[in-house]
């Protein structure tokens, strides 16, 4: 929750390739007050069934920028693994184009920045929300 002093910060991913969330994926927090302070590693979270992180931590105060780094290489692996057993003769290379997604991001204090990622193998878009 974002207090006068601080922000706060929420996610969620859809895969847009099979119009689902994305869940089971590992979320990285990092702020820095500052564009040229050190990153400091706030911690994680992992995506429910509805793609959404409900347990981030706080930012702390002073966090002008946030990096959220999405581990998104086990969940297509899972995905084509799962497909490979449903359609053997239809195997991938098991490349990953994306092994991760980092956004970056200025913050305000005061204001809450929802950031949903939409997912696909081959592509990816974010967008503040509400």
Known sequence: ???????????HILDTSVGRPAGGVAVRLSARAGRNA????????????DGRCK?????????????????VEPY???KQADAQQDAPANRDSGAVFFPEVVITFTVTPGEHYHVPL????????VYRGS
């Not at 939409?118 to 878009?125: D, E, K, M, V």
């Open 38 to 49: 050190d990153w400091q590693a706030l911690g994680g979270s992992l995506t429910d069934a």
């Open 55 to 71: 347990d981030l931590p706080a930012l702390p105060e002073g966090t002008s920028h946030v990096r959220l780094d999405f581990e």
């Open 118 to 125: 939409l997912l696909n193998p081959f592509g990816y878009s």
């Open 1 to 11: 929750m974002s207090t006068s002093t601080t922000a706060s910060v929420s996610t």
């Open 76 to 78: 297509f692996l899972k």
